[in-house]
């Protein structure tokens, strides 16, 4: 692997009698889509954060584009790196553009610049310029969450991290936001970072999945990698999307 942009080495974090994150080692270049699955409370989350400093490890070392997380201050850190979640987190009293625009204005830019960049995100994501003028009220849920991505891409980072991004959506609306994202995402060269419970999601997405269990990384391959493997927890997270594509080709059957 070329110069990781992301890169953990020996990451611990221990919450009493709990280890939540246990001798963590993982590298992620440029340009990849990585899916951290596992059971709830594996860890994942955990991991995820230590990336852009909310958690700091206990020990170990975490880097970004070569320079150590703990040596960057947090804020400056978390205006480098996009980050988008499942709640969204939209500021009701402010415009859509207002909201895609919040860590610009922080980084200083000025004003005709974050109105330049808001029009081009809103076309990046597929959302009509007159939606700018909007306020988070107005729009569904599946707007609002292509809102949250425009966002974390404002101030043109590198690394996005996605905590669950598309889990409140319904099936349709996550389907074609996860394609459009990952369109975006190969158009930008990014390295996204992405936790997700839905096994299936990980495996159309991601260009390699990660399995995290009690702390540990057990698994780390591409989706045809995993499906090859032999390791019964990495089998019980495939042994659900093979069920159901299963009974929807026995299903599709039926109806032909």
């Known amino acids: 692997m070329a110069d990781p942009r992301i890169a953990l080495a020996r990451v611990t974090k221990t919450y009493g009698a709990h280890q939540a994150l246990a001798d963590v080692s993982l590298e992620i270049a440029a340009g990849e889509f990585v899916a951290l699955v596992g059971a709830s409370g594996s860890g994942k989350t ?24 703990a040596a960057l201050a947090p804020h400056l850190l978390r205006r480098r790196i996009g980050y988008v979640f499942q ?81 409140a959506l319904d099936p349709l609306t996550r389907d074609g936001l996860g394609d459009d994202y990952r369109a975006l995402h190969e158009r930008l060269n990014l390295s996204t970072v992405m936790v997700t419970h839905d096994m299936t999601e990980a495996l159309l997405l991601a260009d390699r999945i990660v399995v995290v269990a009690d702390g540990r990384l057990i698994a780390d391959g591409t989706p045809q990698a995993l499906a090859a493997s032999t390791d019964p927890e990495v089998a019980a997270l495939l042994a659900a999307p093979r069920r159901q594509a299963e009974r929807l080709r026995a299903r599709l059957g039926e109806i032909a």
């Open 87 to 167: 709640e969204v987190g939209l500021f009701p009293h402010l415009t859509v553009a207002e909201n895609i625009t919040i860590t610009p204005k922080l980084l200083g830019w000025d004003k005709p610049r974050r109105a330049a960049r808001a029009a081009e995100l809103l076309e990046l994501v597929a959302l009509p310029q007159e939606m700018g003028l909007r306020f988070p009220a107005a729009l569904s849920g599946g707007q609002q969450q292509r809102i949250g991505v425009a966002r974390a891409l404002a101030a043109e980072p590198h690394i996005v991290l996605m905590d669950e991004p598309f889990g």
């Open 46 to 69: 955990t991991l995820l954060k230590t990336i852009n400093g909310l958690i700091v490890p206990d020990s170990g070392e975490v880097r970004i584009e070569g320079e150590a997380v």
